[in-house]
């Protein structure tokens, strides 16, 4: 059976042929132009030939395509409702400005998009590794980082927690003398900061080689003058006045050091195993593609080739079970080919000499042979892979609190030790110089970003933990951020909404007939069928226990339908297009039939010997908990969009059954993306829920992706936020889960800054003319723990949250 889709092809998005002229400009600021090489003044992205940017900005301007329903599902074509359409030149799926700009691989920020070169090294702002712009599909999960960090972890890890008993405890049991305690220590430690810590260190002085002060600087400051002064309290005690002698030795700090080292390693490692899942949405979409195509050769002889070697113009043949290699048209045979993994149509399409066939799409039966259109660079799957590349990049990173005061606040504490050092020595009297040299390190010590550094790990790591036992994934802390804030919800329909896969709906029979006969005669003429349409019916048929017949003289009218005969008896299924070819009149049965289709599904009408018996509805079913999850999201305030690619006929039916009053039709990849950026610069943020590779640059561009785990690999990887059991509930759970956690992140923070601000002025000194009170080093590394213990007992609260 060979059901027929009306089905005006999905075309690729079309490019803009490169340009002569020796003008540069950026492709995210076409007004920017210039005669010579450079960077972009707004977004610092490399500026390239004004050809080369053009012809990296896809046209969203895509003509309206068709109702990607049946043939027989309407009578004439739908008006499709569309996104406003996008400037030109102003597309947001550009792609990566720099893929054309230079040669080789470009390395970038994750957190600092504009920074972008053409090797390996660390981000000159933030200190974190460049990582590529576009992965290699064939590159592994191995992250030299990642693997250098945890064996720096796991190595030092016995050595912290040593340096840490002996220091709590060490005194109590009273092993050896004091001095031999401190000695012990500064050599257990030893490997742990200057090893283990290393890299932070660099990323320390890099940040002030750059002027760029971040964490790092803190992270390298606290360690650093705590081992600093531990060091210098174990060589040289006799600096020190007696009355920072405790335990018989000076107070020295290196448990305070490698912990942090330790903290700041773990840390570290779980955001690097974060972050190499950032590019798993690229390297999928890469790996969809055959590596060869068939080639006919002009004198009819056929040839493996690589995928490379295809040119526009070349004749290809596609067997059955094999990938469309490239975007192009069909030329002869006729087959059913899934385009599921790009459009997101539910079913397989029909394709005829003449139609559109579109690369990475899978052949499920009849043999093709087509002519290539577009290849490399210019195929859908490519432009794709270039708009989540490049809505990935897009994204503003996460602006932490802390990250946003942290250069200040390096500034400010640097400010304060060194006022104090020098206020100490100048007026402090015989001692004052040492005094001040004991208030500065104190200062620096109690300023340790040890609580400001845990403050947002510890409250994701807690949300995250609560979310996964509620069947909801989060990919990163943004998300979390993001997510309390978001005010429209874009949602693909097949997938989301519905289950993603058809099922017999009902059937309708004529006065005389019964709705089991009607079905068990359609099931029977659709035994030898391969599509997904006549399966729904025979597997109806069979739940029911009905007694199927071979159905003799078989035959398929592509496109609208078929004939055979059944126990003697000639049936004709399909569509009206059909029954107007064999005389049958379909009037007794129209309104039933026009019923169904505002419904959604997808009629057959079924004929016997010249006359009408019954119809035949096929849809895709609407999920349970949908009704449910679409009115707790519009009673919460939130905005609902429907984005399909399905047809506007039953994309306005499923959006009436669950009340969603903003529908667009038959939309694209690049339409949902055009969709989500209108949205944004109309200043809402966006959510954006689907499960499909069609969804995927949609997923990556809005503030909130969120990607039914019932769907596709490169869904979930593009989007930040995975509903496990592909549950729309669950929007609303993590949307809760968001609130409560950046509440207890603000928490955490103000935590932190209260101790330093009650601590760094009482460590340097300013009350000591009104208390006489000075604190010593020691009781600044307390502060600072408890900072740290209150930092992540609050953080633990999430786990009873509700």
Not at 40 to 67: F, S, W, Y
Not at 749 to 772: Q, S
Request: proline residues 6%; contains cysteine; aromatic residues 4%.
């Amino acid at each position: 059976m060979d059901h027929h889709h009306n089905h005006g092809g999905l075309t690729a998005a079309t490019v803009s042929e490169p340009h002569s002229a020796t003008v540069y400009t950026c492709p995210m600021h076409p007004e920017v132009r210039q005669d010579r090489p450079g960077d972009c003044p707004k977004c610092g992205m490399h500026l390239v030939p004004e050809g080369q940017a053009e012809g990296n900005r896809i046209d969203t301007a895509t003509p309206r395509g068709h109702d990607h329903g049946h043939a027989h599902h309407h009578d004439g074509p739908a008006t499709a409702l569309r996104p406003t359409a996008v400037a030109a030149g102003a597309s947001p799926a550009a792609a990566p400005a720099d893929a054309p700009a230079m040669a080789g691989t470009i390395y970038t920020c994750p957190m600092h998009p504009e920074i972008r070169q053409d090797h390996p090294g660390s981000c000159p702002k933030c200190g974190m590794t460049l990582e590529p712009l576009i992965p290699e599909a064939t590159a592994d999960d191995d992250n030299p980082e990642l693997r250098d960090f945890s064996r720096r972890f796991w190595w030092t890890l016995p050595l912290t927690v040593v340096v840490t008993t002996l220091a709590m405890a060490g005194h109590r049991f009273g092993l050896m003398a004091p001095a031999q305690q401190s000695w012990l220590e500064l050599l257990l430690s030893l490997p742990v900061v200057l090893w283990a810590g290393w890299p932070f260190f660099v990323r320390c002085l890099q940040s002030f080689l750059h002027r760029s002060p971040n964490m790092w600087t803190l992270i390298g400051i606290g360690t650093g003058a705590a081992f600093a002064y531990s060091v210098v309290a174990t060589v040289a005690p006799q600096l020190f006045p007696t009355s920072f002698t405790a335990h018989g030795r000076i107070g020295v700090y290196f448990e305070a050091a490698a912990v942090i080292i330790s903290l700041t390693l773990l840390g570290q490692m779980l955001e690097l195993k974060a972050r190499s899942q950032t590019s798993a949405a690229i390297k999928s979409l890469l790996r969809l593609s055959p590596k060869t195509a068939r080639r006919i050769e002009p004198d009819g002889s056929e040839a493996d080739v690589p995928l490379t070697d295809v040119h526009v113009g070349d004749r290809l043949r596609i067997r059955p079970g094999e990938k469309v290699p490239v975007d192009g048209v069909v030329l002869e045979g006729t087959s059913a080919v899934d385009e599921a993994m790009l459009t997101g149509e539910p079913v397989p399409v029909t394709k005829r000499p003449g139609d559109k066939v579109i690369g990475a799409t899978i052949n499920t039966s009849g043999s093709l042979v087509m002519k290539s259109e577009r290849v490399g660079s210019q195929t859908m799957l490519s432009q794709i892979v270039q708009m989540v590349a490049q809505a990935q990049r897009s994204k503003a990173p996460m602006q932490r609190m802390a990250d946003q005061v942290a250069g200040w606040f390096v500034l400010v504490v640097i400010g304060i030790a060194l006022a104090s050092f020098f206020a100490w020595g100048l007026l402090g009297g015989e001692q004052g110089w040492q005094f001040g040299l004991i208030n500065a390190v104190s200062v620096l010590i109690i300023a340790c970003p040890c609580a400001l550094g845990l403050a947002t790990p510890m409250s994701i790591m807690v949300a995250t933990g609560k979310a996964a036992t509620q069947g909801i994934l989060f990919r990163d802390a943004s998300a979390i951020e993001n997510f309390r804030r978001v005010d429209t919800m874009i949602v693909d329909k097949t997938g989301t909404l519905t289950e993603g896969k058809p099922a017999f709906d009902r059937a309708v029979a004529t006065p005389g007939a019964t709705e089991d006969e009607v079905l068990r005669l359609a099931a029977s003429l659709d035994q030898g069928s391969e599509h997904p349409l006549a399966h729904a019916i025979v597997d109806a048929a069979r739940s029911r226990n009905l007694t199927l017949s071979a159905a003799v003289d078989f035959e398929s009218s592509t496109g609208i339908g078929v004939r055979g005969g059944i126990d003697g008896q000639k049936l004709v299924l399909g569509n009206t297009a059909l029954m107007e070819q064999d005389g049958v009149d379909v009037t007794p049965l129209h309104g039933p039939a026009e019923e169904m289709r505002q419904r959604g599904s997808s009629v057959m009408f079924l004929a016997r010997d010249g006359q009408l018996l019954g119809i035949l509805a096929v849809s895709d079913p609407i999920k349970p908990s949908t009704p449910e999850a679409v009115k707790s999201l519009q009673d919460a305030g939130m905005r609902v969009v429907m984005a399909t690619g399905d047809g506007l006929t039953t994309a306005k039916s499923v959006a009436k059954q669950l009340g969603i009053d903003e529908v667009y039709g038959e939309v694209k990849p690049a339409d949902k993306l055009a969709l989500v950026d209108r949205l944004q610069r109309e200043g809402r943020v966006v959510g954006m829920a689907g499960d499909g590779i069609n969804d995927a640059p949609a997923l990556a561009k809005a503030d909130v992706g969120v990607a039914m785990g019932t769907g596709t690999d490169v869904a979930m990887n593009s989007a930040q936020v995975t509903l496990v059991k592909g549950d729309l509930r669950g929007i609303a759970r993590a949307r809760g889960i968001s609130q409560a956690t950046i509440a207890n992140m603000r928490q955490n923070l103000m935590f932190a800054f209260v101790y330093n601000a009650l601590g760094v002025p009482l460590a340097a000194g300013a009350l000591y003319p009104f208390t006489g009170w000075l604190l010593s080093p020691m009781i600044a590394a307390l502060a600072m723990s408890l900072s740290s213990v209150s930092v992540v007992f609050n953080s633990l609260r999430l786990r009873g949250a509700k």
